[in-house]
C-alpha cells in the first residue's frame, strides 16, 4: 500500500495471523449503505491514492449521488476463451503496435490478476455414448489446435495470466467452486493486506459469483483489457435495490424454479444498469448454491449485479468445497469487522427500491419460447406452446405428422429435438442436479424411456458434479435415458449443441416444423440453440428429462402421462418427481470436501494434448498470414498519436433498423455458421470445408471472419427489408438486397457512415465485444436506440461509436423510417458529453427533414475520454507510445 494513501489502516488479528485492513467504519454515514455499496467503499479507500478526485468520489458514494461516475479497481479480472481470445489477440497485437512504434512489448502485461477458463469450445457432437466425452474433447481440441495453442503461447508470455485447459468445467463453476476467495490477500513489504474479492469478467454470467458473497460482474472484453492494463472501471454510482426474501420453499419446487420468477419479477420492475442486493429472513434457508444460480442469471433481468452478503450459509458453503478453516476464519472475521456480515438480527441497508419475494409462492416453470424472462406456469405451458404454435404456424394442425421412413417415426409441432442438461446456472446447483438423477432411476426403473428424436445430453460445469453422480450411482440411471456426460464445458446454451440427426433437420426444414428444445441453461434467445430448433424452453434439470421423456411440448406434465410402463400403465410426472427430502438426504453425503479438494488440485493439468501444444514463448507473438482463426488485429492500423478532431458526421446510411430486445446474439452469433452466408462464403475461399467451420465464436480471434458475423443471426428481422429474416438490407440508394457485410463494403468504399436504428433493449445477453467491434469495422458511427443494455453501450463506447438515446416520448416504430433515409449528427464537438443532448436531422426521401433531439449515453467523464480517443484500444496504445515520443 502507497504511504501516499490519505487514509490510515488497522489490523485485524485472526487465529495469530495479523492482517492489514482499510476500515470503512471512520466513513461517516456508511452503515447504511448496502453491502454491495460498502465494498466498493472499500475500494475507494484502498485506491484513494490512485486518483486525484478520492475526496469526493468517497463522499459522492456515500451521500448515493446517483450517476456519477467513480473509479473501482477490481482484483481480478476473469475470462473465457470465446471472449479471452480475441482480448488476447489485441494484447498481441498491441504489443507488435508498440514494438513498431519503438516501445518496448514487453511493457504490454497484465497488471492484475488474469484467469482464463477454455470452456466455451466444446460441442456436443457425440452424444448418448459413453464415449461422448472422450471423442467430444478430442474434436475440440483438434477443432481449435490454432486457438489453444496460441492460448498456450499467452500462458508463458504474459505474467499474471492462468489458464485453465479444456475439458475441466465451465468458468462460473469453477469460480465459485474454487478460485473465489470473497476475502483476497496480498504479501506487501508492509504486513499481508486483506480486502474483498472483486472482478470483472468476459462473460455477462460472471454475476454468478455475486451468491458467495464476492462482488463481480460482466463487461466487454474492450472494458476487461482496460482492467488488466491497470485502468480502472469507469462505474457510474447505481441505485440499489433491495429484495427482501420471505417465506420457505414449497416441496417439489427446484432452485431454477425460484430463479424463473425473480428473472420474471426483476425484468417487470426494471433494474437494467442497478445493483440488486438480497437481505431478510427468508435468506436463513436459502443455500449458497441457490444464490449462485439466482446470480448467474442477473443478466436475464438487467442488473449490472445480483449481490448475497456473507453470512453462516457462506461458510456452510466455503466448508463444503473444500477451502482451509483458516481462510474460512478470515472471511468471518474481516466481514465482520468491515460492517458487510449478515444474520438475522441485522437492520436492513437503505435502498432506493424494496421488493419483496414471498418463497412460498414459487411454483414450477419453464420459460421461453425466446427469453428467460418470459416465465411460464408448468400447468399453462400446453396452452402457452399451442398460443405459440398458432402465431408462428397458422396453417399446420398441431396433430399433423410428417413420417421420416428412414427413421421409422413422425415428426409434429413441439416435438423436441434437443434436451440437454447443461450450463453453470443448474449444474452448479446440488439440489437441480440430485433431483434430476432420483427422477431418471424412477423413470429407468419404470421403464420409460426417451423418444427416438430427441438429442439428450449432459454437460456438468465441473468434474466434481459428475464424480458426485458417479459415486450415487444416479449417473447410470441418467445413462439409461440417454444422458451420458458430453463433457466438460458451455454447450447448448451458448448455440454449441451440436448437429441433430441430418434427417430430422431435413424434414424440419422441409415441412416448416415447429421444433423445439429444452435446457437447463440461461440463454434461449431466438437462434441461439440450435438452427432448426424455433422455440426453446429453459427449465430444471429434473424437467429436461421429464420433457425428453414426453418428447413434445403440448402437454400438460401436471394432468398428463409422461409415458407407459413395462406393463403398460401411465406414469405421471408426481409418480416419479423426488421429494425434498430424498434430494436433500444425498446432498448432505455426497457433497464431500475431499472430492472438492481432490477434483481441483490439477485445475491448471491439461491432457497430453494440452501439454503437447507448443508455441515458442516470446514478446511477440508468430502471426500466420493463412490463419483463419487467429490475426493480427486492425485497430492500430494508421493510428495518429494524437486524437483525430471531433467532426460532425452527416450522410449516415441506416444499415439496419430493428426491433426490441435486439441482443448480441442478433448482433454477433456465437452458434454454427449458417451456410451461404458471408462468413461461410469467406471460409470456403480460404479452402475451409464446411466440415471445419467450428462456430461463429470460436472464429473471433480472426477479425476478417468475426466482421462477416456481425448481424449474421438466422433470425434476425431488420425491417429495411420487411419480411425477411437473417443478414440482409438494402443498399442505398439503389434499394438492392444484399448481405449486411457486403452492403456495408460498398458503403465504405463510398465513405458513407452509417448508423443502427433500434427499440428497447439495445445489445441485451451475454457481454460480446464483438457485437461492438464489429458494427464499428462496419463504419457505424452511432447506434440510435430507446433504450440500451448496461454492458453492449460501455462496449460501443469502448469501440468509438456514439450510443445516442430517443427521447421518451418517441419510440423507433414512431419515427416511420423505411432505410431510404439519410441522417446528420450536427455540433458533435460541443454537444458530446456526459449525458448530454445531441441534435439529429433525419432527412426523407421525399425532401421532408425532421429534426430529434438525442441523448447521449456516455456516462463518465472517462468513457467521454474513451470516445474522444477513437475507443479504450487508441487510448491505451497513445499511453504507451507517449512515453517513447517524450
Not at 489453444?148 to 503461447?153: A, D, I, N, Y
Amino acid at each position: 500500500m502507497s504511504r501516499t494513501n490519505p487514509h490510515k489502516n488497522r489490523e485485524l488479528d485472526v487465529s495469530g495471523k495479523r492482517y492489514l485492513y482499510m476500515p470503512i467504519s471512520e466513513i461517516a454515514g456508511c452503515e447504511s449503505l448496502p453491502i454491495a455499496l460498502k465494498v466498493v467503499l472499500e475500494n475507494q479507500l484502498r485506491h484513494a491514492h490512485r486518483h486525484e478526485d478520492h475526496a469526493k468520489n468517497i463522499d459522492s458514494l456515500v451521500n448515493r449521488r446517483i450517476g456519477e461516475g467513480i473509479p473501482f479497481f477490481p482484483a481480478r479480472v476473469f475470462l473465457q476463451d470465446l471472449l479471452g481470445v480475441p482480448l488476447m489477440v489485441d494484447l498481441a497485437s498491441l504489443r507488435d503496435a508498440v514494438a513498431k512504434a519503438g516501445g518496448n512489448p514487453s511493457d504490454v502485461n497484465p497488471r492484475v490478476a488474469a484467469d482464463l477458463v477454455i470452456d466455451h469450445s466444446l460441442r456436443v457432437d457425440v452424444s448418448a455414448s459413453d464415449a461422448a466425452r472422450k471423442i467430444n474433447l478430442e474434436l475440440e481440441h483438434e477443432r481449435n489446435v490454432e486457438r489453444f495453442g496460441f492460448l498456450r503461447w499467452c500462458q508463458t508470455s504474459f505474467d499474471k495470466l492462468r489458464v485453465v485447459p479444456p475439458g475441466k468445467g465451465i468458468m462460473h463453476q469453477i469460480n465459485m467452486e474454487y478460485l473465489g476467495k470473497v476475502i483476497w490477500t496480498d504479501e506487501t513489504d508492509d504486513g499481508t493486506w486483506a480486502y474483498p474479492d472483486t472482478l470483472v469478467g468476459t462473460d455477462s454470467h460472471t454475476t454468478m459469483i455475486n451468491g458467495l458473497g464476492i462482488l463481480g460482474w460482466g463487461v466487454g472484453g474492450i472494458e476487461a483489457e482496460a482492467v488488466m492494463l491497470g485502468r480502472a472501471v469507469s462505474l457510474p454510482i447505481p441505485e440499489v435495490v433491495g429484495v427482501e426474501i420471505t417465506g420457505t420453499i414449497p416441496e417439489g419446487v427446484m432452485p431454477t424454479d425460484i430463479v424463473l420468477a425473480i428473472t420474471e419479477r426483476l425484468r417487470a420492475v426494471g433494474v437494467v444498469g442497478k445493483f440488486v442486493e438480497f437481505f431478510g429472513k427468508g435468506l436463513d434457508g436459502l443455500p449458497v448454491a441457490d444464490r449462485g444460480t439466482i446470480a448467474n442469471m442477473a443478466p436475464e433481468f438487467g442488473a449490472t449485479c445480483v449481490y448475497f452478503p456473507p453470512d453462516e450459509r457462506l461458510s456452510d458453503y466455503l466448508r463444503m468445497t473444500g477451502r482451509t478453516e483458516e481462510h474460512i476464519a478470515l472471511v468471518e472475521a474481516y466481514a465482520k469487522a468491515q460492517l458487510m456480515w449478515r444474520d438475522s438480527k441485522s437492520s436492513a441497508p437503505v435502498f432506493e427500491q424494496v421488493v419483496q419475494f414471498d418463497l412460498s409462492e414459487v411454483e414450477s416453470s419453464i420459460a421461453g419460447p425466446w427469453r428467460p424472462e418470459d416465465r411460464i406456469s408448468l400447468s399453462n405451458a400446453k396452452q402457452a406452446f399451442q398460443t405459440l404454435q398458432k402465431s408462428i404456424n397458422s396453417h399446420r394442425d398441431l396433430q399433423a405428422e410428417t413420417n421420416i421412413p428412414s427413421k421409422g417415426y413422425s415428426l409434429k409441432d413441439g416435438d423436441i429435438v434437443i434436451a440437454a442438461i447443461t450450463s453453470c446456472t443448474n449444474t452448479s446447483n446440488p439440489i437441480n442436479m440430485i433431483g434430476a438423477g432420483l427422477l431418471a432411476k424412477r423413470a429407468a426403473e419404470l421403464g420409460l424411456t426417451v423418444k427416438p428424436w430427441v438429442k439428450t445430453s449432459l454437460a456438468p460445469g465441473s468434474q466434481v458434479v459428475a464424480a458426485i453422480l458417479e459415486n450415487t450411482s444416479l449417473q447410470s440411471h441418467l445413462d439409461k435415458l440417454g444422458f451420458q456426460v458430453v463433457g466438460f464445458g458451455c454447450t447448448t446454451c451458448n448455440g454449441m449443441s451440436g448437429p441433430i440427426d441430418e434427417a430430422l433437420a431435413e424434414t424440419i426444414d422441409n415441412e416448416k416444423i415447429l421444433a423445439t428444445a429444452v435446457l437447463s441453461g440461461n440463454r434461449n434467445f431466438e437462434g441461439r440453440t440450435h438452427p432448426n430448433v424455433r422455440a426453446a424452453y429453459l427449465a430444471s434439470p429434473a424437467l429436461v428429462v421429464a420433457y425428453a421423456i414426453a418428447g413434445n411440448l403440448n402437454i400438460d406434465l401436471r394432468t398428463e402421462p409422461l409415458g407407459q410402463d413395462r406393463h403398460g400403465t401411465p406414469v405421471f410426472l408426481a409418480d416419479i418427481w423426488p421429494s425434498a427430502t430424498e434430494i436433500s438426504s444425498i446432498v448432505s453425503t455426497a457433497y464431500d470436501p475431499k472430492l472438492f479438494v481432490e477434483k481441483y488440485n490439477e485445475i491448471f493439468d491439461g491432457d497430453d494434448k494440452w501439454v503437447s501444444l507448443s508455441e515458442k514463448p516470446g514478446s511477440q507473438f508468430s502471426w500466420k498470414a493463412d490463419s483463419t482463426y487467429i490475426r493480427q488485429a486492425p485497430y492500430f492500423d494508421e493510428l495518429s498519436p494524437h486524437r483525430n478532431e471531433v467532426i460532425d458526421i452527416k450522410g449516415m446510411r441506416p444499415l439496419a433498423i430493428l426491433g426490441d430486445s435486439i441482443t448480441t446474439d442478433h448482433i454477433s452469433p456465437s452458434g454454427a455458421i449458417a451456410d451461404h452466408s458471408a462468413a461461410a462464403n469467406f471460409m470456403l475461399g480460404k479452402g475451409v470445408q464446411k466440415r471445419d467451420f467450428n462456430s461463429y465464436g470460436t472464429r473471433r480471434g480472426n477479425h476478417e471472419i468475426a466482421v462477416r458475423a456481425t448481424f449474421a443471426n438466422i433470425r434476425l428481422k431488420n425491417k429495411i427489408v420487411e419480411g425477411t429474416e437473417g443478414s440482409i438490407t438494402k443498399l442505398m440508394p439503389e434499394g438492392k438486397q444484399m448481405s449486411v457485410f457486403d452492403a456495408a463494403e460498398i458503403y465504405k468504399k463510398r465513405n458513407v457512415p452509417l448508423v443502427v436504428v433500434a427499440g428497447k433493449n439495445y445489445g441485451c445477453g451475454s457481454s460480446r465485444d464483438w457485437a461492438a467491434k464489429g458494427v464499428a469495422l462496419l463504419n457505424v458511427k452511432a447506434v440510435i436506440a430507446e433504450s440500451f443494455e448496461r454492458i453492449h453501450r460501455t462496449n460501443l463506447v469502448g469501440m468509438g461509436v456514439l450510443p445516442l438515446e430517443l427521447p421518451a416520448d418517441t419510440n423507433a416504430n414512431a419515427l416511420n423510417l423505411d432505410g431510404t433515409e439519410t441522417f446528420d449528427l450536427l455540433n458533435l464537438e460541443q454537444s458530446v458529453g456526459v449525458r448530454s443532448t445531441l441534435q439529429c436531422l433525419v432527412h426523407r426521401e421525399n425532401g421532408d427533414t425532421s429534426s430529434i433531439n438525442l441523448t447521449v449515453r456516455i456516462e463518465t467523464e472517462e468513457e467521454l475520454e474513451y470516445w474522444l480517443e477513437g475507443g479504450i484500444l487508441p487510448a491505451v496504445w497513445r499511453e504507451y507510445v507517449s512515453t517513447v515520443n517524450a
